[in-house]
Nanobody, 120 residues
């Protein structure tokens, strides 16, 4: 099992920056992917950015060029640097982690989430 705890959310003005952090505990050495999802009121949870064991990243189109996901080499933490934020980035942000075996997703873990609010 892996436990995830987010930090760094809050209120930021449009055009500003925010950095989210997520600390992993437990058996995080087995992780193969980490990242961030978000959910805005009345909308479905969506992928924001993930990074895998090869360092490859995948971003939601609207955050490309503005957000950067990174992680510790030992999988103990994942970060989301959010620059040039927009009001539409307002959402509850969830830390995500997964374990793959032979390329198949085997386990998924979620944090409790942290609120990000962007004022216009």
């Amino acid at each position: 099992q892996v436990q995830l705890v987010e930090s760094g959310g809050g209120l930021v003005q449009a055009g500003g920056s925010l950095r989210l952090s997520c600390a992993a505990s437990g058996n995080f050495f087995a992780l193969t992917i980490m990242g961030w999802y978000r959910q805005a009121p009345g909308k479905q949870r969506e992928l924001v950015a993930v990074i895998n064991s090869r360092g490859e990243t995948n971003y939601e189109d609207s955050v490309k060029g503005r957000f950067i996901v990174s992680r510790e080499n030992n999988w103990s933490a994942v970060y989301l640097q959010m620059d040039s934020v927009k009001p539409e980035d307002t959402a509850f942000y969830y830390c995500y982690a997964g374990v793959h075996y032979s390329g198949v997703l085997h386990n998924e873990f979620w944090g409790q989430g942290t609120q990000v609010t962007v004022s216009s």
